[in-house]
């Protein structure tokens, strides 16, 4: 494994959220890491799921370029995290729904991605920073229609 993927996983982790002691004991059978893009995995299912997110924000030029040559998901982008010793520190870019309450929505995300991270891997989360990018329609093609039939 090289530094640079070393950095991106935590020390050890146990099932139950308890590091790994330092010293090899014979009754471990193993270490546990989990990697980056598995807490970005559980971040973007977890923020997708609250209601008034209509999805994780991305530079659309550069998205569509980077997707084009075959880069990182544009997912993957909107989500930084800074993986600590049983701990992983996030910011994660999001666009909401028009007329949503932005600071009740940003509370939702960041519970909801807290617990997930907690419940599924075990590690803490001791700060998840919201920035909201863009409040968009959740469902434009429905106002498109809406305003042909209006104007028939």
């Known amino acids: 494994m090289n530094r640079n993927e070393k950095d991106?996983?935590?020390?050890?982790?146990?099932?139950d959220g308890t590091s790994i002691p330092e010293k090899k004991s014979?009754?471990?059978?193993?270490?546990?890491?989990?990697h980056e893009s598995v807490i970005?995995?559980?971040i973007r299912k977890a923020a997708c799921s609250?209601?008034?997110?209509?999805?994780?924000?991305?530079?659309?030029?550069?998205?569509?370029?980077?997707e084009?040559?075959?880069?990182?998901?544009?997912m993957d982008r909107a989500i930084s995290i800074e993986m600590g010793d049983n701990s992983v520190k996030i910011e994660l870019r999001i666009i909401?729904?028009?007329?949503?309450?932005?600071?009740?929505?940003?509370?939702?995300?960041?519970?909801?991605?807290?617990e997930e991270i907690a419940r599924?891997?075990?590690?803490?989360?001791?700060?998840?920073?919201?920035?909201?990018?863009?409040?968009?329609d959740p469902n434009p093609e429905e106002d498109e229609e809406e305003n042909v039939q209006e104007n028939e």
């Open 96 to 114: 909401l729904a028009y007329g949503c309450k932005v600071p009740e929505v940003a509370a939702n995300v960041q519970s909801t991605v807290i």
């Open 120 to 136: 599924i891997t075990g590690m803490q989360v001791p700060r998840i920073d919201i920035v909201v990018m863009d409040l968009e």
């Open 68 to 74: 084009f040559v075959g880069s990182k998901k544009v």
């Open 26 to 34: 014979e009754n471990v059978m193993g270490v546990v890491k989990v």
């Open 50 to 66: 609250v209601d008034g997110v209509v999805r994780l924000a991305g530079n659309t030029l550069v998205d569509n370029i980077a």
């Open 40 to 42: 970005a995995s559980i």
């Open 8 to 15: 991106k996983t935590n020390r050890s982790v146990f099932p």
